[in-house]
């Protein structure tokens, strides 16, 4: 997530999530509060407005549900006291909303909606996605589906072999799946499947080739990288896969809601164990498993991640990174597997996030995706970073 917090040292709010509207003023002819009512009764899609200024300027935001009408946007370039008018955008695939009213917030209102109207996991994340987003079934679904088939061509491509120079790690995806596949690997069955896909997706993202960050960049493999092979192992389709992924998708709104992604604020707890608990959630649904299962699931993975720091090599987020990846895919299938067998989690899944969010916050900030803790200061890791900025400074110098 990126936000424009201010222009021109005026303070805004901009996330992307919204069809936006700057109205510039000029410098002493700053709009009335009662011309600014008038302007924004002009249309019914405007969701909020910001008045703000700074040093004699101001500016007036409008956040719409749709872009703004010529007509409109015509009476606003007729006032005096308006310099300049821009218009922008939404980046985000689903915009916000004040009027959006979803079923559920936590994991404890979900399990209280599971027990009460009995549905599955993929029901309860379809109900959520299609109030959240006002979608039909069908194009949340396919929206989710679309997501599935690019991170599946991604761990293909990983596999097949990557190939770029500015990185630390090189394609090992590879040779892993050749060990695994003539038997020099400890039999691990499904679990050596997941750990090539997660190497083929981390490849792929440090190859500068199309991820999608699931949660973040950083912890991009944990959750397709055990998801997919779990799939291909247990003979189910993309259809199968897709709801997987829209349930793990609605654990992660319970983190969003609760705590963060952001390693940089808590951790690669926020990122990779994060990650985990939406994957074992995942697994639960790929096997058929109930919702309170799921939310189990849930619960275990992210206790065995709690206070996982985050301290990247030579400032990459490759090492380590790629071991972190494969560690939450694995502990997930664990937690998956004991939550089906009817383990308990003991600590509900809402109360872990908290704790999640809690235990971040006391880390070090040393510890938090800075480099100036842990592996990051290692000698190795310093003499890779300065060997990687020699190699680009003798690049950048070659005519």
Same mark, same amino acid.
């Given at each position: ?83 300049? &008018? ?5 980046? %985000?695939? +689903?915009? #916000? @909303?004040?009027?959006?009213? $979803?079923?559920?917030? !936590? /994991? ?86 997941? &750990? ?5 997706? %981390?490849? +792929?993202? #440090? @190859?500068?080739?199309?991820? $999608?960050?699931?949660? !973040? /960049? ?182």
């Amino acid at each position: 997530m990126v936000e424009i917090i201010s222009i021109d040292d005026i303070p805004v709010s901009i996330r992307g999530d919204y069809y936006e509207v700057l109205v510039h003023v000029a410098e002493g002819k700053e709009l009335t509060e009662q011309e600014v009512r008038l302007l924004t009764g002009q249309t019914d899609i405007i969701e909020s407005v910001t008045v703000s200024s700074g040093y004699g300027k101001g500016i007036i935001l409008y956040k719409m549900s749709k872009p703004a009408g010529h007509e409109w946007l015509k009476s606003l370039e007729q006032k005096e006291s308006v310099t300049c &008018i821009v218009c922008l955008e939404p980046v %985000m695939p +689903v915009l #916000s @909303s004040r009027n959006i009213k $979803v079923p559920f917030n !936590t /994991a404890s209102e979900l399990a209280g909606i599971g027990k009460k109207k009995k549905i599955n996991l993929y029901d309860a994340a379809m109900l959520y996605e299609c109030h959240r987003s006002s979608f039909p079934e069908e194009k949340v679904f396919h929206m989710m589906k679309d997501i599935v088939v690019l991170l599946q061509e991604s761990v293909r491509k990983g596999l097949k072999g990557t190939r770029y120079s500015d990185r630390i790690l090189g394609y090992q995806s590879g040779k892993f799946e050749k060990a695994r596949k003539k038997g020099n690997l400890i039999d691990a069955g499904l679990m050596n499947k997941i &750990i090539s896909s997660n190497m083929a997706l %981390m490849e +792929v993202k #440090s @190859s500068m080739g199309l991820i $999608v960050a699931a949660p !973040t /960049a950083g912890s991009c493999a944990t959750l397709p990288g055990t998801l997919i092979p779990t799939a291909d192992t247990l003979g189910l389709d993309q259809d199968d896969l897709t709801k997987a992924f829209l349930v793990a998708g609605m654990i992660g709104v319970f983190i969003a809601n609760g705590s963060t992604f952001a390693a940089e604020e808590c951790g690669c707890q926020a990122e990779c164990g994060s990650a985990s608990g939406m994957a074992a959630a995942g697994l639960v649904q790929l096997a058929g498993g109930t919702v309170e299962q799921g939310i189990s699931a849930a619960s275990i993975a992210l206790q065995n991640t709690m206070g996982m720091t985050c301290d990247p090599v030579a400032n990459r987020v490759e090492v380590p990174c790629l071991g972190k990846n494969v560690m939450g895919a694995v502990n997930a299938l664990a937690s998956a597997n004991m939550a089906l067998a009817g383990i308990d989690p003991v600590i509900p899944l809402d109360e872990v996030i908290h704790a999640m969010d809690e235990t971040g916050k006391m880390l070090p900030r040393e510890l938090c995706c800075t480099g100036l803790g842990g592996l990051s200061l290692t000698p190795t890791s310093k003499r890779i970073e300065e060997n990687l900025e020699r190699k680009r400074k003798a690049k950048s110098i070659i005519p």
